[in-house]
């Protein structure tokens, strides 16, 4: 899931592309924020842009995940997936990350979208009153290829608590050097591609505590301006943001458990 150079050729081997950022579940420390963020809703022009943008700018794209929040929420869900098969075509990989409350109420459409797209459903498993067996049935019935999302189809959930310092007072390449988030989850958001996810989803927490992490120009790279050597740089450093990520006292494998939107939750 890294990106490698070879002389001029560039490869990106995953990004995410959050559709939405709410959720209908609010996970406890989410490190996408979701518990916080408003209703929102991406503009399907605007994913369309960009990921065409990816293609262009990119050499080979090993894959991408459609995540959120809760990507099912957004009501053009399978225009989504349509867009994204036409400018990623086979062999890329398309993921749709869920946490699987919607998926018994979608449409026949939306499972044939799936498997005419070759799109995989990847289903975080929270023991949720929810009937998986009825899930098995209709990925079967429309040949759609799915997994539970981790080890959640063994094991309890567990959550990374991805503390910020909110004055940022970390040491940006320590907390670079020794972040799984910053080395594997590149997150595209409207032009901008972002390092981790964690950059990006701070201005939710920005917004409903009142705090202040800037998100400087630095931080991401614009995809509409950038050249191959810009981006090689970019993502192979740590970015003015990782002095608020307190790394060395990140929490794993913890409890999950609903949100009750305490900033404790997230420092």
């Known amino acids: 899931m890294q990106l490698f150079k070879n002389k001029e050729k560039l490869f990106l081997g995953y990004f995410l592309y959050e559709i939405v950022h709410h959720c209908n579940l609010n996970c406890r420390s989410c490190d996408h924020c979701a518990p916080l963020a408003k209703k929102e809703f991406v503009d399907i022009k605007i994913f369309e842009k960009d990921i065409k943008q990816m293609q262009k700018l990119f050499d080979e794209i090993g894959s991408i995940a459609i995540m959120g929040g809760e990507p099912l929420l957004h009501p053009k869900i399978s225009e989504f997936l349509e867009i994204a098969r036409k400018q990623l075509p086979r062999p890329i990989k398309i993921y749709i990350y869920t946490n699987g409350i919607l998926l018994n109420k979608m449409k026949d459409s939306f499972w044939k979208d799936l498997s005419r797209n070759s799109i995989t459903l990847l289903i975080t498993n929270y023991r949720l009153k929810i009937d998986y067996n009825l899930i098995v049935k209709k990925a079967a019935e429309n040949n759609v290829h799915w997994e539970y999302e981790g080890e959640t189809g063994k094991k309890e959930k567990v959550i990374i608590k991805a503390k910020y310092d909110i004055n940022g007072t970390q040491n940006e390449n320590d907390s670079c050097n020794n972040c799984y988030n910053g080395n594997i989850y590149r997150q595209l958001e409207n032009g901008k591609l972002y390092k981790c996810t964690i950059c990006p989803a701070s201005r939710h927490f920005n917004e409903y505590f009142g705090t202040n992490m800037e998100i400087d120009k630095k931080d991401y790279i614009n995809i509409y301006k950038a050249k191959k050597n ?3 740089e970019y993502l192979k450093n740590p ?14 494998n913890q409890k999950w458990g609903l949100s009750k939107r305490e900033i404790n939750e997230w420092t």
Do not use: G, T
């Not at 970015?239 to 794993?252: G, L, M, Q, S, T």
């Open 230 to 232: 810009d981006i090689r």
């Open 239 to 252: 970015i003015p943001f990782c002095r608020y990520c307190n790394v060395k006292e990140r929490e794993y």
